[in-house]
């Protein structure tokens, strides 16, 4: 079983700069595919980056050359650093594992990121 926390959000004005820390439990984190979701009011949950156990990444494109994933194993840590933040980022994001990028098991409770303008 692995719990995953998210911690980081908060107000930003547009333009602005956060970084998201998802704290993971459990010894085989690093063995684990990471992924970062995120889900606004009224819209459905949409993907925003993720990165495998060997540190391969990948972005949506509406966030690719703003966001940057990353994983520090060491700590049971992955990260979302956040650039150029735009209102129609605010939503709620969520941290997710897996044993394969195919299907996230573990899902944190969110933390909220509100951009305004």
């Known amino acids: 079983q692995v719990q995953l926390v998210e911690s980081g959000g908060g107000l930003v004005q547009a333009g602005g700069s956060l970084r998201l820390s998802c704290a993971a439990s459990?010894?085989?984190?690093?063995?684990?595919?990471m992924a970062w979701f995120r889900q606004a009011p009224g819209k459905e949950r949409e993907f925003v980056a993720a990165?495998?156990?060997?540190?391969?990444?990948y972005a949506a494109d509406s966030v690719k050359g703003r966001v940057t994933i990353s994983r520090d194993n060491a700590r049971n840590t992955v990260y979302l650093q956040m650039n150029r933040l735009k209102p129609e980022d605010t939503a709620v994001y969520y941290c997710?594992?897996?044993?394969?990028?195919?299907?996230?098991?573990?899902w944190g409770q969110g933390t909220q990121v509100t951009v305004s303008s």
């Open positions: 459990g010894r085989t984190f690093s063995r684990y595919a």
């Open positions: 990165i495998s156990w060997s540190g391969v990444t």
């Open positions: 997710a594992g897996g044993a394969t990028s195919a299907q996230y098991d573990y």
